[in-house]
Nanobody
Framework: QVQLVESGGGVVQAGVSLRLSCAVS????????MTWFRQAPGKEREFVAAIRWSGGTTRYADSVKGRFTISKESAKRRVYLQMNTLKPEDTAVYYC??????????????????WGQGTQVTVSS
């Protein structure tokens, strides 16, 4: 079992930065990759970024590449999503997730074993 608790969401203006945090507890994480997904109103939940817990390999959705950075602090069992140059289209509920499986399918919701409760990010123009 893995428990995930997100924090750091809020209401910001376009162009500013925000950092989301995900506190992880439970199972040993060496076999997991940690992911961020987001879900905007009326849309499906979509992949944002992922990091392999063992080794730190990362992957990003094209829509956030170059603006968002995923990282982790293993000792604190925390995962972060640094979001820069935010746009109104980044408005969504952001979810931290723990996945396992083939790295090539890291973007798939089907690989997610555990979800956090989500944190709202609202970007105004």
């Amino acid at each position: 079992q893995v428990q995930l608790v997100e924090s750091g969401g809020g209401v910001v203006q376009a162009g500013v930065s925000l950092r989301l945090s995900c506190a992880v507890s439970g199972d040993t994480l060496s076999e997991y990759w940690m992911t961020w997904f987001r879900q905007a109103p009326g849309k499906e939940r979509e992949f944002v970024a992922a990091i392999r817990w063992s080794g730190g390999t990362t992957r990003y959705a094209d829509s956030v590449k170059g603006r968002f950075t995923i990282s982790k602090e293993s000792a604190k069992r925390r995962v972060y999503l640094q979001m820069n140059t935010l746009k109104p289209e980044d408005t969504a509920v952001y979810y931290c997730a723990a996945s396992r499986g083939i790295w090539s399918s890291v973007h798939s919701r089907d690989r997610v074993l555990y979800w956090g409760q989500g944190t709202q990010v609202t970007v105004s123009s």
